[in-house]
């Protein structure tokens, strides 16, 4: 039944990459132990000087990302975060001033100092000030003026366009969504009918899609179920065909594909991976089984199994505020919300064991893809061998990473198991709040801030 | 016309068109974080750019350096929207733009920027831009058949200014050259679902079904149809389950004992979903069974589970939590 004509463009491009990879994993295999642990590593010092550079000096091919520096603030800020480092003082001193000056006189960050403010640009602001903490970051986002960008920015169709005149999709869903419950400004009118176009963006094959009739695609996945779970609406999506969808997304080499039949790339470590993260949050409150899947509950996505849990929220405590898209901008009422993404649905497919945590997708392959693949030992992360290191990929690759050492653990501020963590147990990296991608101490600080403000 | 090369590159400050113009420097502080080594030429282009984007002068000068802002980072958004304003003060000849989008796009067809552009050209040309549109898009795709952008915008095209005719021919041709390219099923299932003119997924999907088996035995292993083939049955699990045509075709791949991971997997959706499997489908399922150590489950479901969890064993989790969730056999 094989055809036996010869490989497709597809077929062709995958094979170049597995046999990359493969080489890569059989030389591993074939070293000695002590060089094996090495290659494990990860090589933190020279990961934390490359973005430290970064952050202080980009060469002139950086010139087409000149519309994008709050994002290679962010991808520096979170990466070192992530690593358990700081920078200096006087860096992040100079950090909040730059990004003030991106910040628009009428609400939001753009680009660069003068540039239209952008939701994307606007969300990795955010990220960074809340990854660098402290009152005098946290201050310094003016957010009636970002809610009020926000409201010029929503569309008639629940979505959000990126700027003024700009572009809809479930980017820009996401990012507004993010930011304004990250702040505590999120309401009813910014999240109104958002569900609706998320959802319109699921596809048959599971995936979610940037806009309605494109195809499924792990950036808009992570994006729309992120938001969705943030305005409370979660249950809303077929959760079992998403989850189906995207633990056939991770390939042979361990690492994840951004789409069915692409290539693989470090970047979906994260993207792919932190769904992963988020229906774990989903799945563990309680102990409950809450996700349906392949028994036919597909036909009637609507049905109102919302058994509301009060006391959910409770129990992932500020780790997942979940209420928080539900409480709206109420402030001080977050803990009283119940979440009511405690899909309890096991009427007729009750569950013949009890949940462990178990990640659904394969986290020491992936990890082992990250650190073998996708490092570059003289420091940054990249999509795969072959490609060079980029900020972008570093700060994904690592989200990823973070992640998967915590697949196993229901808690994210205990430490997890050594056999969870590949290679030696100082490769640990901080938890992250999936919702956000930004480090969960910080979140913490921020969430705190902002609900006292 | 607006030529690109009119000033060819040569600093703004020795031509006497930008004399009367004060550059204006970017606002980066004392100590600016990610600084940018910018190149002269970017540096003095943006001065003048901001100038100009400030005093909002929508001329044809202006036009002209957004142009060359463009080349030099098409990223730029600011840039960009600034342009529609002066396209649209100006009344300029749009079917230039696309002309001008066309040559950023050769270089750099995966921006955000470009892709929301074009659609605010193509929708103010109308139907008369849409056969050199759709022409457009194709060529792009020729380079690379997964762009998504260009894919989006194909889309866009065909919902605003419709030219269904071929759709359905045009992916056909692109399954034909690769029929692992996903975003060629997508395409189809878009076609499929919504062209005006094919009456939708309930009067193509037996012809659907029989084009997405033949692909299937051709390649087992492509999991595009299999996910394509659920698609067809979108909000109709029933009819999923009722056509003989599918379990066959899962039987028929169980049977070679290769590459069959996808045709257990619809199985034991199938089963999932209420299909009570005859004993042919148990035998063929047991036969891929070596294991001598462990005797399979007696139930169907939770057997098929077992050989995934061996065979499929990057996502192994994935099928102990699978047979976890089956119900308890009654």
Redesign the interface.
């Known amino acids: ?3 036996l004509t010869s490989p ?4 062709r491009d995958q094979i170049l990459v597995e046999q990359q990879v493969f080489n890569i994993f059989n030389t591993f295999f074939n070293m000695p132990p002590s060089s094996q642990s090495f290659m494990l590593e990860l090589q933190r010092e020279n990961h934390v000087d490359y973005l430290t550079n ?7 091919s ?8 709050p994002w ?2 962010y991808w ?1 800020l979170h990466s070192i975060a992530l690593m358990d480092e700081f920078v200096d003082p ?2 992040e001193d ?2 909040i ?2 990004l003030s ?1 991106c910040q628009d006189p009428n609400g939001g960050y ?7 403010p ?1 939701l994307a640009t606007t969300y990795a602001a955010v990220n960074s000030l809340v990854t660098l903490g402290g009152d005098k970051a946290l201050s310094s986002i003016n957010r009636e003026k970002l809610y009020s960008f926000m409201r010029q920015m929503k569309d008639a169709s629940g979505g959000f366009r ?6 809809i999709d479930v980017r820009a869903c996401y990012t507004a969504i993010s930011v304004a419950s990250l702040l505590n400004i999120l309401d009813d009118e910014l999240v109104q009918n958002v569900g609706n176009y998320v959802l319109s963006c699921q ?4 995936g979610i899609s ?2 309605p ?5 792990g950036g808009y996945t992570f994006c729309g179920l992120a938001t969705m779970i943030l305005i409370n609406e979660v249950d809303r999506l077929d959760l079992s ?1 998403l ?1 189906d ?1 995207v ?2 997304r ?3 080499e ?1 690492g994840f594909q951004g ?4 290539l693989v790339d470090g970047c979906y470590s994260f993207w792919q991976g932190g769904i992963f993260a988020l229906l774990k949050r989903l799945n563990s409150s309680k102990g409950e ?1 809450s996700i349906p ?4 509950e ?2 009637e996505p609507e049905s109102p199994q919302t058994t509301a849990s009060s006391d959910a929220t409770e129990e992932e405590g500020l780790n997942m505020d979940l209420s928080q898209g539900g409480s709206h901008s109420e402030k001080g009422d977050q803990q009283e919300t119940s979440s009511r993404v405690t899909v309890d649905n096991i009427d ?6 009890r949940a462990k945590v ?5 986290s020491l ?1 992936l990890q082992q893809y990250i650190l073998l693949c996708s490092q570059d030992l003289n420091g940054g992360l990249r999509d795969k061998p072959g490609k060079s290191r980029d900020h972008y990929h570093t700060c994904y690759c690592l989200s990823g990473l973070s992640v998967c050492q915590r697949s196993w653990s229901e808690d994210e501020d205990s430490p997890p198991l050594p056999r969870a963590v590949l290679g030696p147990y100082s490769n640990l990296l901080e938890p992250i709040h999936p919702l956000h991608n930004v480090v969960l101490d910080r979140y913490q600080e921020a969430h705190e801030f902002f609900t006292r403000s | 016309m607006e030529s690109s090369e009119d000033d060819g590159g040569e600093p703004l400050s020795r031509l006497a068109e930008w004399r009367d113009v004060t550059p204006l420097p ?4 004392p ?9 002269e030429e ?1 540096r003095e282009t ?1 001065d003048y750019f ?1 100038a100009i ?1 400030k005093a909002d002068e929508r001329s044809p000068r202006a036009l002209r350096l957004t142009r060359r802002a463009i080349h ?7 840039v960009w ?1 600034f342009r ?1 304003l002066v396209l649209e003060a100006l009344n300029s000849d749009l079917d230039e733009e696309l002309d001008f989008i066309q040559r950023i796009a050769n270089s750099n067809s995966k921006n ?1 920027q470009l ?2 552009h074009r ?2 050209v193509v929708e103010r040309l109308g139907t008369n831009a849409r056969v050199k549109e759709l022409h457009l898009i194709k060529s792009i795709l020729s380079l690379d ?2 762009n ?1 952008h260009a ?2 915008h194909r ?2 095209v065909l ?1 605003a200014l419709g030219g269904w005719e071929d759709e359905l021919d045009y992916c056909q041709q692109l399954l034909e ?7 060629a099923w ?1 395409q189809r ?2 076609v499929v679902t ?1 062209s005006p003119l094919l009456g939708g997924l309930t009067a193509m999907r037996a012809s659907e079904v029989r084009y997405t088996v033949e692909a299937i ?4 292993n ?3 149809p299999w ?2 083939l ?2 067809l049955y ?5 009819s999923l389950v009722n056509n003989h045509e599918i379990s066959s075709v899962c039987l028929k ?1 169980i049977n ?1 004992k ?2 069959y991971i996808f045709a257990l997997k619809m199985l ?2 199938l089963v ?3 299909l009570q499997p005859c004993q042919e489908f148990r035998d063929a399922v047991v036969a891929l069974w070596t294991s001598d150590s462990r005797p399979l489950d007696p139930d169907l479901a939770t057997a098929i589970c077992g050989i995934l969890e061996h065979v499929d064993s ?5 099928w ?9 056999a009654a």
């Open positions: 039944m094989e055809s497709t463009v597809t077929q970064g952050l202080k000096h980009l060469a002139p950086f010139c087409v990302l000149d519309a994008n520096r290679i603030c520096i006087e860096l100079n950090t001033d730059f000056r753009g680009g660069g100092p003068g540039q239209l952008h990126m700027h003024d005149g700009g572009e596809t048959y094959e599971g940037g806009e009739g494109s195809e499924a695609h065909s989850i969808w633990v056939f991770q390939g042979v361990g789409r069915t039949n692409k089984r899947v392949g028994d036919g597909d036909s007729h497919n009750s569950s013949k064991g178990e990640p659904l997708f394969n392959a | 970017q606002d980066d502080g100590n600016p974080v990610a600084p940018i080594a910018y190149k970017f943006m901001r984007y030099l980072n098409p990223g730029n958004y600011t929207h529609r955000y892709w929301h659609r605010w058949a997964k998504y894919w989006s889309q866009w919902q050259e690769d029929i692992f390219n996903n975003s997508n299932y878009f919504r035995l051709a390649n087992p492509n999991e595009c996910r394509y659920r698609g979108k909000d109709d699990i029933e791949v070679t290769s590459d034991l959706d999932c979903y209420g990057m996502r192994a989790s994935y102990i939590w699978r047979k976890n969730k089956l119900p308890v």
